[in-house]
C-alpha cells in the first residue's frame, strides 16, 4: 500500500483554495500590501498544482515520496524583525520556484499529524482557545493549596539535537519513508550551509565557548536544530516534546493543570509536589537535550528556564492573556501595545478622498477590532475593554471621520453635524465592549469563524449604507 496517492495532491489542492477563500475574505478588510503579495503567489500556486496533478511529473513526484528519496530544495534562510517588539528572529522558507519542495514539506507534515491523531489526540498541540478555557476553568476550581511553574524553551526548535529527534520519531512507530523524507528536508540545509561547506567554518567556530549556545549560528550551519518557518519544521518542533508533555501531564494529575503553546508552557501542581515537579521539569530537560553542548556542561538553563515559581492565586501571563487573583481575566500589557500601534499606525486612510474608499477604510478597522476581540473572547476586565475604547478606538474614529469631511465639506458648522451624525451611527461597531458581547453571546463553541464572518459582514452592511447616503447627498 502506498503512503502518498493522488488524493493527497488533490488535498493540498482544497487545503489551498480554503486558504484563498479565507485570504480573500478579509482582504475586503484589509489595507496593507503584504496581503494582497500573499494573496497573488497563493493564486500562482494552485494554479501550478492544478497543472502538475495527473502529469508524469506528479507519478514520479509521488514515487520518490513513497521510497523516501524526494530530494529536498535547500531553503532560503532570513531574519523576520517584529516591528512591534523590536525582536528579530530567525525563519525559513523554500524559493519561490520550488513548489515540489513546498509541497512534500506539506505532505509529510500532514502524514505525521495524522499518525499522531491515530496515536491519540493528547499527542496533538491544541487549539488556543481550548487552552484558555481549560486554564480559567481549572483556576477557579482549585480547593487545596497550588503552585505554578511557568517556564519556556529558548531558541526552541534551533535547538532541538537531530538525532535524539529521529530516535523520537521513530519510538513513537512512524512509517521509516517519513523518518526517511524527515533526514532529506533537514539534511538539504539552506543556501547558507551549502554556500559554507567549502570552508572549516564549523571546526574553527566550536574552538570558542559561544558556538555551543548559538542555536541560530549552527542552524545556519545546518550543523543541528530545526528552522522554524516550514509546516514540517512546526509540525517536528512539536514532536520533538511529545515525551515532556506527557510527563507534565502526568505530574499535574487530575488535581493539576498542564499546558504548552509552542515554547512556553505552565504547570500548576498541589503545594506539596512543587519541589518535586521543578526537580523533574530540570530532569527531563536534561534527558531530552543529552548531546547538547550546553547539557554536557551543566549549562541547560541556557536552553531552558522557568521564569515563576509561587503559590496561587497570583498573577501571570500566558497566551496573550493576563490572569489575575479573584478570577480577573485581562490581556497582558505587550499584547495591548500591539493593539494599540497596530490600530493607530497601520490601519490609517491613504485616500482617495471620496465615500467608498472611506467606507472600505472604516469597516477595515471595525473588522480587525472584531478579529481582536475574537483572539480574546475570554476576557472578562469589561473596564480594561472601555478604557481602549473611550482612549483610543472612538476618539481616532472621530478624528478620522472629522479629517475627511474637512475635504468633502468646505462649511465648517455643516462639517461638524456630519461628523457628529455619522459617529453616532458607527459608533455600536466600534466599541470593544458590544463587539466582545455579541462574541461572546454567539460564540459558545470552540470556533466560531462563521458568526465572526456574519458579524463582520454586518458592519459592512451598515457602514456602505452610510456612505451610499452621503455620496447621494453630495452628488446633489
Request: hydrophobic share 40%; aromatic share 14%.
Amino acid at each position: 500500500m502506498q503512503l502518498f496517492t493522488s488524493e493527497d495532491l488533490k488535498k493540498l489542492e482544497r487545503a489551498l483554495e480554503r486558504k484563498i477563500e479565507e485570504v480573500e475574505f478579509w482582504r475586503q478588510y484589509a489595507l496593507k500590501k503584504k496581503g494582497r503579495s500573499a494573496l497573488e503567489e497563493l493564486k500562482e500556486e494552485l494554479e501550478r498544482l492544478r497543472a502538475f496533478i495527473g502529469s508524469p511529473e506528479a507519478e514520479a513526484f509521488l514515487r520518490k515520496l513513497n521510497d523516501g528519496t524526494f530530494t529536498f530544495v535547500p531553503g532560503e534562510v532570513f531574519f523576520v524583525v517584529n516591528p512591534y517588539f523590536g525582536k528579530a528572529r530567525l525563519t525559513y522558507r523554500f524559493p519561490k520556484e520550488a513548489y515540489e519542495s513546498r509541497w512534500a514539506a506539506r505532505l509529510t507534515a500532514d502524514k505525521i499529524r495524522a499518525f499522531l491523531k491515530e496515536q491519540g489526540a493528547h499527542l496533538l498541540q491544541p487549539p488556543r482557545p481550548k487552552v484558555v478555557r481549560e486554564l480559567i476553568s481549572k483556576l477557579r476550581s482549585l480547593k487545596n493549596e497550588a503552585v505554578l511553574l511557568r517556564g519556556d524553551f529558548k531558541d526552541y526548535t534551533l535547538n532541538v539535537p537531530r538525532e535524539a529527534l529521529y530516535e523520537q520519531l521513530n519510538s513513537l512507530g512512524l512509517e521509516e519513508v517519513l523518518v526517511r523524507l524527515v533526514r532529506n528536508f533537514l539534511e538539504a540545509g539552506n543556501e547558507v550551509s551549502v554556500k559554507l561547506t567549502r570552508y572549516p567554518v564549523v571546526e574553527f567556530f566550536s574552538k570558542f565557548d559561544e558556538f555551543a549556545q548559538d542555536a541560530v549560528f549552527r542552524a545556519e550551519l545546518n550543523a543541528q536544530g530545526v528552522i522554524p518557518g516550514s509546516p514540517l519544521s512546526n509540525v517536528l518542533g512539536q514532536t520533538f516534546l511529545i515525551p515532556f508533555d506527557e510527563r507534565m501531564r502526568a505530574l499535574a494529575g487530575e488535581e493539576g493543570f498542564y499546558a504548552r503553546f509552542l515554547d512556553d508552557f505552565i504547570l500548576i501542581v498541589p503545594a506539596e509536589r512543587a519541589d518535586e515537579a521543578e526537580r523533574e521539569v530540570k530532569r527531563l530537560v536534561r534527558k531530552l537535550y543529552r548531546g547538547h553542548p550546553l547539557v554536557e556542561r551543566g549549562e541547560e538553563e541556557k536552553l531552558f528556564r522557568l521564569e515563576q515559581k509561587g503559590k496561587l492565586p497570583r498573577p501571570f501571563e500566558f497566551l496573550g492573556y493576563a490572569f489575575k487573583p479573584g478570577g480577573k481575566v485581562s490581556v497582558r500589557y505587550k499584547t495591548l501595545k500591539k493593539f494599540a500601534l497596530k490600530y493607530l499606525y497601520e490601519y490609517r486612510f491613504r485616500g482617495p478622498y471620496e465615500p467608498e474608499a472611506f467606507g472600505r477604510y472604516l469597516f477595515a478597522k471595525s473588522a480587525y477590532l472584531h478579529r481582536w476581540c475574537y483572539s480574546f473572547v475570554e476576557v472578562n476586565d469589561k473596564k480594561l475593554l472601555d478604557e481602549l475604547t473611550v482612549k483610543f478606538v472612538l476618539p481616532e474614529l472621530y478624528d478620522a471621520l472629522y479629517a475627511f469631511f474637512k475635504r468633502l465639506e468646505p462649511d465648517a458648522r455643516r462639517r461638524k453635524e456630519l461628523t457628529r451624525s455619522v459617529f453616532k451611527r458607527l459608533k455600536p461597531y466600534f466599541k470593544l465592549t458590544v463587539i466582545h458581547r455579541l462574541l461572546r453571546k454567539h460564540c459558545r463553541s470552540l470556533s466560531c469563524e462563521e458568526e465572526l464572518r456574519r458579524l463582520v459582514l454586518r458592519v459592512r452592511e451598515a457602514v456602505e449604507e452610510v456612505f451610499k447616503e452621503l455620496k447621494a447627498e453630495h452628488a446633489s
